[in-house]
């Protein structure tokens, strides 16, 4: 259990219940105020993953001030209002206080609260202070730099204690809510960072929590409804795992994770997490180059999903089938699975859409329409769609920024538009700073190459130049 990580000298001060925020919510259960502020949320455009448990945590003073985009959403439904009056400490007074473990008051962390965090560079000086970014600077250091930190080092105390255990040959005890909290909060971060910065500086260290989960499903859990979100948890970071294996090249080690992260779902009869390995499976394969079983696995996503009542998951799955159909040359088949995603996106957002969807918004559908029209060879209209997936992204989503931009530059170098095909190749390369992925680097050594006979073109030129000279992934 968390409480377990605090030793009497630690003394740690109990939160201050947060009883404006607590008036604010009146009559409505958190359930129902969760579901109020992702309404919100979607009605400025903001992605939140609130549910009653976080409404819980704001209440009992646990998150003593929202990330920027809660923030955002919070002064949106209570407009007048400063953060002060919904019971918040400013934000300068959460940053750049002294790390320590969390505590079971405290609880696992919500994916962009700003929190204490030790600095995993330095875990022998737990006493330094660093300041806590939102977008958790410090964890992102840990799994980008080649240092033997890892993400469970860095923030997840229970998965540490069940890591530690596994790899000294010690019994791990059975796990509670700490363990699943930490567990699901593995996720969200790794989500998180794989969003701003690739899967390329995360794939070995993530694998860490994951051996980590596994264990704790060895050792069973105090109660089943712990058991669940194991099972659950577990299964959603082999699915991540698995991403960025994917992302980074590495398509055997996702597949095997994919498929791990199915039997789990079999094994407990979730539904939600099985259209997720089936998703992510058809993607896969997709991008492998098994086009027909990129169609069978989406076709079993969505009978899989078509009871969970997510219009946006079913839009997602309608998506994977495309890609499947556009790698068969089959463009009656791919359109009509386009019609579909689109008729399924246009119902909108639901409660029943799954917290790993947040990246799937508009852009993302015509990111991935764009994939489908470039397999079939049609760059113009390829391009188009390209095109407004970088323009619709937001700008949290980096990677995705870079991944729209090489589809675009590669669409248009291949429609005779060398010019400027070098020119969204060479926005693509300023961000590589930021990102690592194998997929992006792959997508702009295949544009460069279809490039080479343009190289006596100034513009073009200068991206071959630049391109050369970039450091590839190892």
């Known amino acids: 259990m968390a409480s377990s990580m605090v030793t009497s000298s630690q003394s740690p001060t109990p939160p201050r219940p947060n009883l404006a925020f607590r008036r604010l919510r009146g009559q409505r259960s958190p359930a129902e105020f969760a579901a109020a502020v992702r309404r919100a949320a979607r009605e400025i455009g903001e992605s939140v993953s609130c549910d009653a448990r976080y409404v819980g945590r704001v209440e009992a003073g646990e998150i003593r001030c929202p990330n920027y985009a809660y923030e955002r959403v919070f002064l949106h439904m209570f407009p007048g ?49 660093y300041d ?96 669940d979100r194991l099972h659950s948890g577990a299964g959603e970071l082999a699915i991540s795992v698995g991403w960025l294996a994917h992302d980074s090249g590495r398509f055997d080690d996702a597949r095997s994770h994919y498929a791990e992260a199915l039997a789990t779902a079999r094994v407990t009869g979730d539904d939600a997490l099985e259209a997720h390995a089936f998703c992510n499976t058809a993607f896969l394969a997709r991008d492998a180059g098994r086009p027909r079983e990129a169609v069978r696995a989406a076709q ?117 538009h060398p010019d400027e095909g070098a020119a969204a190749g060479l926005r693509v390369l300023e961000l590589l700073g930021e990102v690592q992925s194998s997929r992006i680097q792959t997508m702009l050594a295949a544009t460069a190459r279809v490039l080479l006979p343009h190289r006596r073109a100034p513009g073009v030129s200068a991206f071959l130049e630049r391109h050369a000279s970039t450091p590839r992934s190892a």
């Open 81 to 129: 209002r400063t953060l002060s009056d919904l019971g918040f400490a400013s934000r300068a007074s959460v940053r750049g206080r002294r790390g320590r473990p969390p505590t079971e008051t405290q609880g696992t962390y919500e994916p962009y609260d700003t929190q204490d965090m030790q600095d995993p560079q330095d875990p022998q000086d737990p006493d330094e202070t």
């Open 300 to 416: 079993a996503a969505q009978r899989v999903a078509r009871p969970l009542g997510s219009a946006r998951l079913m839009s997602l799955l309608a998506l994977r089938e495309a890609g499947g159909w556009a790698g068969l040359a089959d463009r009656t088949g791919c359109e009509q699975a386009l019609a579909r995603a689109q008729a399924y996106f246009e119902r909108g957002h639901s409660d029943a859409d799954p917290e790993w969807m947040s990246f799937y918004g508009e852009a993302e559908l015509e990111g991935l329409e764009a994939q489908c029209w470039s397999t079939l060879g049609d760059w113009r209209r390829a391009a188009r769609h390209a095109r407004r997936a970088a323009e619709l992204q937001d700008p949290h989503f980096t990677r995705n920024i870079a991944l729209y931009t090489a589809e675009l530059a590669d669409d248009l170098a291949r429609g005779g």
């Open 132 to 227: 806590n970014y939102e977008e958790s600077d410090v964890l992102r250091r840990a799994f980008m730099t080649g240092g033997g930190a890892t993400v469970a080092a860095a923030s997840l105390g229970p998965l540490r204690l069940a890591l530690d255990a596994a790899a000294a040959g010690r019994p791990v005890r059975r796990a509670g809510t700490g363990e699943a909290g930490a567990l699901e909060e593995a996720v969200r971060r790794i989500r998180l960072l794989d969003d701003r910065h690739g899967a390329d500086g995360l794939y070995q260290r993530a694998a860490a929590p994951l051996r980590a989960a596994y264990a704790l499903l060895d050792a069973g859990a105090t109660r089943q409804t712990t058991a």
